[in-house]
C-alpha cells in the first residue's frame, strides 16, 4: 500500500474505470477486458470501504469525438467528494485527449482524490505526481495520433492495391486468395440480376421497389456485426435497392472510402458523424475492372445519371426525368434565355391544361419571371416530331415489348422456384436434425418437430404459389405478334389509344430526346422549339401562339351593328365601355367615349336609355346583382355561364342583364352559398381597405 493512499481516502469510494475502444477490442481482446476487472478485486485488498466499477464506455473510443457516458458518471462522481481513489489499467483507458484528461486530474486534486495504476499511486495535489500524470495524459494522447496515422497509411496502401478487405454487398465474396467474386450461390445472384434488369426496364429506383413488393420477392440483405458476414432474405426496402444501384462494386470496381465522417460541435464537444456520401474525384480508391461485375461500367454510368435526373430537387439547371403528369415535356424544356429548367404548372379551369413556365431568378432576387408558354400546343408539336423519329423502328419495338412481358413473367416464376429450392433445402435439413435426436429429450424433440413442420408449410406455401402463377400466365391471352405487328405500322394509333398513359409517352421521349429549349419569337408570335436528340441531332420546330387579349375576328362587329343592338339598353357610358371591350373604333381610330357615344347614337336617331321605361327596372346589371348576393363579379359571371343565375347579353361583350326576381330563386340561393363557403377562413382580412392615417396629417 502506498503511503499516499491514506485512511481518508480508504474510508470513501474506489472507482475502477473500464473501457475499451471498438466493439472488436470487446470480443476479442478479453484478456485486457480481465485485466481491468480485476483492478477491482484490488481495490478491495487494499481497503477501500466500497468498490464502483464503471464499464458503461465499453466499445467508446475515448478520443473525445465519441460521447461517453460511463466518464460523465465518472466525472459526476469525483465532483460529489464521495471518491477517494480512481483505478484504470493505464492512462489511455481513462482518455486519449488532453481535455479529458486534464479536466479529470484537476477534479481530483480539488476533491482529494488519487489516481491509481499498476505503476503507483498519484496524488494530484502534489507537484510531481501532476507533473507525472500530465505526461502521461500527452503521451497518450500522441501514441493515438500515432497508430492512427500509422494504421490509415497501411489501410490506404493495401486499398491502393485492391488487397483490403471489408464487408462486400450482397452478392460478392471473398475468394481464397483476396480477390473479389460473385457469390456462388445462385439464388443471390438472380434476385441482384433481376433488380438491374427491372431498373433498365422501369427506369426508376421507386419502381422496382414497387414491383417487388407487388409480386412478394424477397431481397438478399447483409447483416453486418463486426466480422460476422451473414446473409438473411428480407422483404424489399427502397434503401436497399438504392444501395444496390450506387454501388460501384456491382460494375466490377474496387471502391474504398466512398463516404467521410465530420465533426461537429455538441455541447462544447466534438462529435463525429459518418456516413456522407463524398464525389467520386475524392474517393479514396477506385479500380475499375477490377473483378467481374453484375453490369459494365457504362451501365453504371448511365444508371447514376437517370437517378440523378429522377431527384428533380436536386441540381435546378440539370435534365429531369418524367414522373408522371399531362405535361409530356417534363424535365425536358429549357428556357433560352437565361437557361433554368422549365416548371411545369397545372390549371385549375381546365382539366386539360397545364403551361411551362420558367421563374428565372424570381425566388432569390424578385426580378420576376422569365418567360412561359402553354403546353398543349407545345407538347403536340414535339409528340409530332417523336412520332416521325420513331416510325421506322415501330415494328422492331411492338417485338421488344411482345418479348418483355413474357421475359417478366418468366423472370417471377423463376425467382420463385428458387425460393422453393431453398425452401426444400432447409425442410430436408430439418428432417434429419429431427431424426438424429434422441427420443428421450422430448424437449429438444418437439422443438425440432416444430421447425420440421414450419419448413414443410413454408414449401407447400411458395408450391400453391407457383401453382397460381402457371394459372394466371396460362388464363392470360396469348399475344398475337401478326396483331402486335399491324399495330406498330400505326404508332399514332397506339400513341393516341386510352389504355397509352402519359407515363410511358413521356419514357418513350426522354429516350429520344436530350432536351428542349425554348425561346418566344415576339415578331411572329411563335414559340421556337430546339429539340436536342439523342444521337446529336436538332431540330427546330415553330409553334404559333395563342393570340390572348382579343376579340374574335369572327364575332367582331361594327360600331354602328353594337350601337343599334344595344341602344336603349344601357345608358351611353356603359355604351363605351361595351364597345372598347370589343375593339371597336371610331371612323378615326379612337377609342368610344361617353360623348362620342350620344353623337353617333343621335345621328342614327337610336332611342336614348330611359329608366322608367317599362321592364328596365326589372333588369338590373351584372355588377349590381353581384353586390345585392354579397359576391364578386366574376363569381357572378361565372353562376351565369353555368345557367346557375339567369342573364342575357344582347351580343357578345356586352353587359349581361339579370332579372330582379331571379335574385331570390332557391337555385340561386344555393349557387350564392356555395361560392360563400369557398371562401377563405379568414375572408374579413382579405377584404381590408381602409387607409393606414399618417403622423401628423
Known amino acids: 500500500m502506498s503511503s499516499k493512499v491514506t485512511s481518508e481516502h480508504l474510508g470513501r469510494i ?14 476479442g481482446n478479453l484478456e485486457s477486458q480481465r485485466r481491468q476487472y480485476d483492478l477491482a478485486g484490488a481495490a478491495e485488498k487494499a481497503g477501500f470501504a466500497s468498490v464502483t466499477v464503471i464499464d458503461d464506455d465499453l466499445g467508446r473510443s475515448g478520443s473525445g469525438s465519441v460521447q461517453r457516458p460511463g466518464f460523465e458518471r465518472l466525472v459526476a462522481m469525483v ?117 438491374f434488369a427491372k431498373f433498365t426496364e422501369l427506369g426508376s429506383a421507386r419502381q422496382v421497389f414497387l414491383w417487388l413488393r407487388s ?59 459518418s456516413g456522407f456520401d463524398k464525389p467520386r474525384e475524392e474517393w479514396n480508391v477506385l479500380l475499375r475492372d477490377n473483378h467481374r461485375g453484375y453490369i459494365s461500367w457504362q451501365d453504371y454510368e448511365d444508371n447514376q445519371k437517370l437517378l440523378l435526373e ?23 424544356m429549357r428556357c433560352g434565355r437565361c437557361g433554368r429548367m422549365m416548371r411545369v404548372f397545372y390549371g385549375m379551369a381546365k382539366g386539360n391544361a397545364h403551361r411551362y413556365q420558367c421563374r428565372g431568378d424570381d425566388a432569390h432576387v424578385g426580378a420576376g419571371l422569365c418567360i412561359g408558354i402553354g403546353g398543349v400546343r407545345i407538347d403536340r408539336a414535339v409528340a409530332w416530331q417523336i412520332l416521325e423519329a420513331v416510325s421506322d423502328r415501330a415494328v422492331e419495338a411492338a417485338i421488344f415489348a411482345s418479348d418483355q412481358v413474357e421475359r417478366s413473367r418468366k423472370e ?31 424437449h429438444v424433440a418437439r422443438e425440432l418437430e416444430a421447425r420440421w413442420n414450419e419448413a414443410l408449410e413454408h414449401v407447400a406455401g411458395l408450391e400453391r404459389r407457383i401453382e397460381e402463377l402457371s394459372a394466371v400466365s396460362a388464363t392470360r391471352p396469348k399475344i398475337d405478334r401478326a396483331r402486335l405487328l399491324q399495330l406498330a ?81 344601357w345608358p351611353d357610358r356603359e355604351l363605351a365601355v361595351s364597345l372598347n371591350r370589343m375593339r371597336c373604333k371610331t371612323g378615326n381610330g379612337e377609342t368610344w367615349t361617353t ?32 353586390e345585392r348576393l354579397g359576391i364578386c363579379v366574376g363569381s357572378a ?36 352559398q356555395r361560392v360563400i363557403a369557398r371562401r377563405p377562413k379568414f375572408y374579413e382580412e382579405y377584404q381590408y381597405d381602409r387607409l393606414i392615417r399618417l403622423p401628423g396629417l
Not at 435497392?241 to 471502391?255: D, E, F, S, T
Not at 347614337?601 to 317599362?614: F, H, K, N, S, V
Request: glycine fraction near 6%; aromatic fraction near 6%.
Open 595 to 626: 360623348v362620342r357615344v350620344r353623337e353617333m347614337r343621335e345621328r342614327l336617331g337610336l332611342p336614348e336609355y330611359d329608366p322608367t321605361q317599362a321592364g328596365v327596372e326589372m333588369m338590373i346589371s351584372l355588377a349590381k346583382a353581384a
Open 637 to 672: 359571371k361565372s353562376l351565369a355561364l353555368r345557367g346557375v343565375l339567369p342573364a342575357t347579353q344582347a351580343m357578345p361583350g356586352s353587359q349581361w342583364l339579370v332579372p330582379v326576381e331571379a335574385l331570390t330563386s332557391e337555385a340561386v340561393r344555393i349557387g350564392v
Open 79 to 195: 465532483c460529489s467528494g464521495d471518491v477517494g481513489a480512481v483505478y484504470c489499467i493505464e492512462a489511455s483507458r481513462l482518455a486519449r485527449n488532453g481535455r479529458d484528461w486534464h479536466h479529470l486530474i484537476d477534479l481530483c486534486a480539488l476533491a482529494g482524490a488519487v489516481v491509481i495504476d499498476p505503476d503507483g499511486a498519484y496524488d494530484p495535489r502534489l507537484v510531481n505526481d501532476r507533473l507525472l500524470l500530465g505526461l502521461k495524459g500527452t503521451m497518450s494522447e500522441y501514441e493515438l495520433s500515432l497508430l492512427r496515422q500509422r494504421g490509415i497509411a497501411a489501410r490506404d496502401s493495401k486499398a491502393r492495391r485492391g488487397e483490403y478487405r471489408f464487408m462486400l454487398p450482397p452478392g460478392f465474396c471473398w475468394s481464397e486468395v483476396g480477390k473479389i467474386e460473385i457469390d456462388p450461390d445462385e439464388h443471390v445472384v438472380a434476385a441482384i440480376r433481376l433488380v
Open 489 to 569: 405500322r400505326d404508332l399514332p394509333a397506339v400513341w393516341n389509344a386510352s389504355s397509352t398513359d402519359t407515363r410511358t409517352k413521356q419514357r418513350l421521349i426522354h429516350i429520344l430526346v436530350q432536351e428542349i429549349v425554348c425561346e418566344l419569337d415576339d415578331a411572329t408570335n411563335e414559340a421556337v422549339l430546339l429539340v436536342h436528340w439523342r444521337g446529336g441531332r436538332h431540330t427546330e420546330v415553330r409553334v404559333a401562339r395563342v393570340k390572348t387579349g382579343r376579340y374574335p375576328t369572327d364575332m367582331a362587329p361594327t360600331a354602328v351593328d353594337a350601337l343599334r343592338k344595344l341602344a336603349g339598353h
Open 215 to 273: 409480386v412478394d420477392l424477397k431481397m438478399p440483405v447483409v447483416l453486418r456485426n463486426i466480422d460476422v458476414y451473414k446473409l438473411i432474405w428480407k422483404a424489399p426496402a427502397y434503401h436497399s435497392v438504392m444501395q444496390i444501384l450506387h454501388n460501384p462494386l456491382y460494375a466490377g470496381a474496387y471502391a474504398f472510402g466512398r463516404r467521410a465522417q465530420r465533426t461537429r460541435i455538441v455541447d462544447g464537444r466534438a462529435r463525429k458523424v
Open 412 to 442: 417471377v416464376v423463376a425467382a420463385v422456384e428458387r425460393d422453393l429450392e431453398g425452401a426444400r433445402y432447409d425442410a430436408s435439413l430439418a428432417s434429419r436434425r429431427y431424426e438424429l435426436v434422441d427420443p428421450a429429450k422430448r
Open 310 to 332: 429522377n431527384a428533380h430537387m436536386k441540381k435546378n439547371c440539370a435534365r429531369k426525368s418524367a414522373r408522371g403528369g399531362r405535361a409530356l415535356l417534363t424535365g425536358l
Open 14 to 27: 474506489a472507482v475502477v474505470y473500464v473501457r475499451q475502444s471498438t466493439m472488436a477490442q470487446v470480443t
